[in-house]
């Protein structure tokens, strides 16, 4: 009759190890909205990292450099010449504020037998 007793108590009563239902935490509406402000902040963390070059975009590192700038000559304060490696291919380029313009296109095989 004890046993019986002390069941029908402990259903009556609250449970120790249950936990109070908490009114104070936010609903799924504004968990979304707190996840989107979130992911915008940091965003806007890593896009303003990346202005100052504080940021790689050549990520992750260890990556091997698939352009390789070999030469860079000034030919004016807003004009210079550029020879750079690409894919087995050796680029004289112009840059400047009208764009980048290349100037001449060799294959390095062809180059080096020369």
Request: hydrophobic share 50%.
């Amino acid at each position: 009759m004890t046993a019986t007793a002390t069941v029908s108590v402990a259903a009556s009563g609250p449970l120790p190890f249950k936990a109070a239902a908490d009114t104070a935490l936010p609903n799924g509406s504004q968990w979304g909205l707190a996840l989107l402000v979130c992911c915008a902040a940091l965003a806007l963390l890593l896009w303003w990292l990346r202005s100052r070059g504080a940021v790689s975009s050549a990520w992750p590192r260890g990556r091997l450099a698939r352009v390789e700038v070999l030469e860079a000559h000034a030919l004016g304060p807003q004009t210079r010449l550029v020879v750079a490696r690409y894919g087995g291919r050796q680029l004289l380029l112009s840059v400047g504020p009208a764009g980048t313009q290349c100037l001449r296109d060799d294959d390095i095989a062809t180059e080096q037998a020369t």
